[in-house]
């Protein structure tokens, strides 16, 4: 099912992965066997069939799928693959991460398909398995889409920070058949920006799979607390300046952004408010201190 250039080049694309521009990354062309890349988009789910409600319940533009197994004789395929011995030393020999593991819940992970209007803030991803003791130590992407082009948006783009002012971007199309292989760690920043689809071509989506694995030890300087995925809010638009009249769309933007980091706040809000209940059940001077820090935050929060 892979194609076979991977495995003769893996050493060409370790040493390419190795350069931390802005992190380490490779990205791989004709990743599968052409009739099975094909295979995979034939049997690529309707949107209608996947998960396309956001964190706070509401229907969206982005429909994912993580048991991917049960979407037909490719993605079983593509199961029995990625989850082999062979597989794994491939992908660990590209990146030097040892004793990769395969992931057979995919959290997060499977089909990804993202209609028209659909963006993704720069993060960086959770980086504890939600179940088992793991390191999440890799992210591998493959595009399935035939044409797209740079201006219609929805284009990778990997971060070197994107809070500061310097942050510099590098873009990858979501082309058919290309695959991005990149380091999961505290820097390792990536996102897309709003799909903006021509009149003409609004059929289109962008569809990916997203593959993530894990080890159970990781290097002591990538080392960090337990956290969830870690998200900066898109900043206004350059066009926003003194002076400029604002039009419907630009409102609606203004909209969709705001109602974003709501949701943002919201979710830290749930996330104190149940840190500041199993506080409350346990005693000691040290923890009754913690306590109040959390609820001066929930307050912060919420004015």
């Given at each position: 099912m892979l194609d076979p250039?991977?495995?003769?080049r893996a050493d060409e694309y370790a040493a390419q992965f190795k350069q931390r521009d802005p992190f380490r990354h490779i990205v791989i062309e004709n990743f599968f066997a052409p009739e099975s890349a094909d295979s995979l988009l034939a049997q690529f789910p309707d949107f209608e069939r996947g998960n396309a409600r956001s964190e706070n319940g509401t229907l969206g533009n982005k429909s994912t799928i993580e048991k991917i197994r049960e979407l037909g004789g490719a993605y079983a395929a593509l199961d029995d693959l990625?989850?082999?011995d062979a597989f794994l030393k491939t992908i660990s020999r590209i990146t030097g991460i040892p004793n990769l593991l395969y992931d057979p819940w995919y959290f997060g992970g499977g089909t990804h398909e993202s209609r028209n209007g659909q963006d993704l803030d720069a993060h960086v991803d959770f980086n504890r398995h939600p179940i088992e003791p793991?390191?999440?130590?890799?992210?591998?992407?493959?595009y399935f889409n035939h044409e797209w082009e740079l201006d219609w948006g929805g284009t990778l783009q990997l971060h070197s920070d994107p809070?500061?002012?310097?942050?510099?971007?590098?873009?990858v199309l979501p082309l058919?058949?290309?695959a991005v292989i990149f380091e999961t760690t505290e820097w390792s920043w990536h996102g897309f920006p709003p799909i903006q689809l021509p009149a003409d071509r609004t059929d289109l989506t962008r569809r990916s799979i997203a593959l993530y694995f894990y080890s159970v030890e990781r290097p002591a300087d990538e080392l960090a607390p337990t956290h969830s995925t870690i998200y900066v809010d898109r900043p206004l638009p350059e066009r926003f300046?003194?002076?400029?009249t604002l039009s419907g769309d630009d409102v609606q933007e203004l909209r969709i952004l705001l109602a974003r980091r709501d949701q943002h706040n919201q979710r830290l809000y749930r996330d104190i408010t149940a840190l500041t209940e199993q506080i409350e059940t346990?005693?000691?001077?040290?923890?009754q201190n913690v306590m109040q820090y959390a609820?001066?935050?929930v307050r912060r929060l919420t004015r």
């Open positions: 250039t991977v495995v003769a990625i989850k082999s793991w390191h999440r130590r890799l992210n591998l992407i493959v809070r500061s002012p310097d942050n510099r971007t590098i873009d058919f058949n290309r300046r003194p002076g400029y346990a005693n000691g001077p040290v923890l609820r001066r935050l």
